[in-house]
């Protein structure tokens, strides 16, 4: 089990974030096509992550649809077969939801800036703050605060809950 501390945000300038957000750390920056199927699931939620070399990474989450800072608590367990992966669970639990996604991705220390255009919905951008063993859910607040303000996020952009419940 791994945990962050993580928010989201609709973004009504992508351009200019994306230069704040590079002005932190240029060199660590990769982009990913990502398709997220949701399941119906009891708990928390259930989604498979597909790449578009086939892999994927199956990821159950619990986290408040709350606005603004928020923990996650995690698992992620990767797959070399994600459409073998896909196909079981569509069959088990039936999909929920479908969320497709060109998300940028820019680390800085141990955090995770993503710039997300999410098809249907927009521009959006999510902040992930991994916590290592030692620290609290107040110290990835902090680390989270200090990056909102360098980057410029105002806490009326924050948005709760998920993309897919958008799309739902």
């Given at each position: 089990?791994?945990s962050?501390?993580?928010?989201?945000?609709?973004v009504e300038?992508?351009?200019?974030?994306?230069?704040r957000?590079l002005?932190?750390?240029?060199?660590?920056?990769?982009?990913?096509?990502?398709?997220?199927?949701?399941?119906?699931c009891?708990?928390?939620?259930?989604?498979l992550?597909?790449?578009?070399?086939?892999?994927?990474?199956l990821?159950?989450?619990?986290?408040?649809?709350?606005?603004?800072?928020?923990?996650s608590?995690?698992?992620?367990?990767?797959t070399?077969?994600?459409a073998?992966?896909?196909?079981?669970?569509?069959?088990?639990?039936?999909?929920?939801?479908?969320?497709?996604?060109?998300?940028?991705?820019?680390l800085v220390?141990?955090s995770?800036?993503?710039?997300?255009?999410?098809?249907?919905?927009?521009?959006?951008m999510?902040?992930?703050?991994v916590?290592?063993?030692?620290?609290?859910?107040?110290?990835?607040?902090?680390?989270?605060?200090?990056?909102?303000?360098k980057?410029?996020?105002?806490?009326?952009?924050?948005?709760?809950?998920?993309?897919a419940?958008?799309?739902?």
């Open positions: 089990m791994a962050n501390i993580e928010m989201k945000a609709r300038d992508p351009v200019a974030l994306r230069q957000a002005a932190l750390n240029p060199n660590d920056v990769y982009v990913l096509e990502q398709v997220d199927t949701f399941f119906h009891q708990t928390g939620r259930l989604k992550r597909q790449f578009a070399d086939g892999s994927a990474e990821i159950a989450y619990q986290r408040p649809n709350t606005q603004g800072a928020r923990e608590v995690y698992y992620r367990t990767p070399a077969d994600g073998g992966l896909l196909q079981a669970l569509t069959a088990s639990l039936g999909i929920k939801t479908i969320v497709r996604k060109r998300r940028e991705v820019m220390g141990q995770r800036i993503h710039l997300d255009a999410v098809e249907s919905l927009g521009d959006f999510e902040i992930e703050v916590l290592e063993p030692d620290q609290s859910a107040s110290d990835g607040e902090t680390i989270l605060a200090d990056l909102m303000q980057l410029a996020i105002a806490s009326e952009h924050c948005i709760a809950g998920a993309y419940d958008f799309i739902e």
